[in-house]
């Protein structure tokens, strides 16, 4: 039974929409106010320190994905044979395999240089 008027739909249905787009606003902002920042640092003559590190982040990524996707994908496979649930376990098995590539990869790079 629905007891909301329509105008109380139209609200509600209107409440994720509009934190959405606020979302949206407040993370363009912070990357364009961060851009001009080390804009203006670079022109100044500084270098703007990494808070980043990528690789530690492929690492740590992959890892992760790799066991959990090998978990499920065990998990799956003798639960229900080989069926389309299985892709559950596939895809983060695959992204952390790449992921775990990407960082040896990208060491072994960086050691020959």
Same mark, same amino acid.
């Given at each position: 039974?629905?007891?909301?008027?329509?105008?109380?739909?139209?609200?509600?249905?209107l409440i994720p929409i509009v934190?959405?787009?606020?979302?949206? *606003?407040?993370?363009?902002?912070?990357?364009?106010?961060?851009?001009?920042?080390?804009? $203006?640092?670079?022109?100044?003559?500084?270098?703007?320190?990494? +808070?980043?590190d990528l690789d530690t982040f492929? +690492?740590?990524?992959?890892? +992760?994905?790799?066991?959990?996707? $090998?978990?499920?994908?065990?998990?799956?496979?003798?639960?229900?044979?080989?069926?389309?649930?299985?892709?559950?376990?596939?895809?983060?098995?695959?992204?952390? *395999?790449?992921?775990? $590539?990407?960082?040896?990869?990208?060491?072994?790079?960086?050691?020959?240089?």
């Amino acid at each position: 039974m629905n007891t909301a008027s329509p105008t109380a739909q139209i609200l509600i249905a209107l409440i994720p929409i509009v934190g959405i787009l606020a979302g949206g *606003v407040v993370v363009f902002f912070y990357l364009y106010w961060n851009y001009k920042k080390s804009e $203006l640092l670079i022109r100044q003559g500084y270098v703007p320190e990494r +808070l980043f590190d990528l690789d530690t982040f492929s +690492l740590l990524a992959g890892l +992760l994905n790799l066991s959990i996707g $090998l978990v499920l994908s065990i998990y799956f496979l003798l639960r229900g044979g080989l069926e389309p649930s299985v892709l559950g376990g596939l895809i983060p098995f695959a992204i952390g *395999v790449s992921l775990t $590539l990407f960082y040896f990869i990208r060491t072994h790079a960086r050691s020959r240089q």
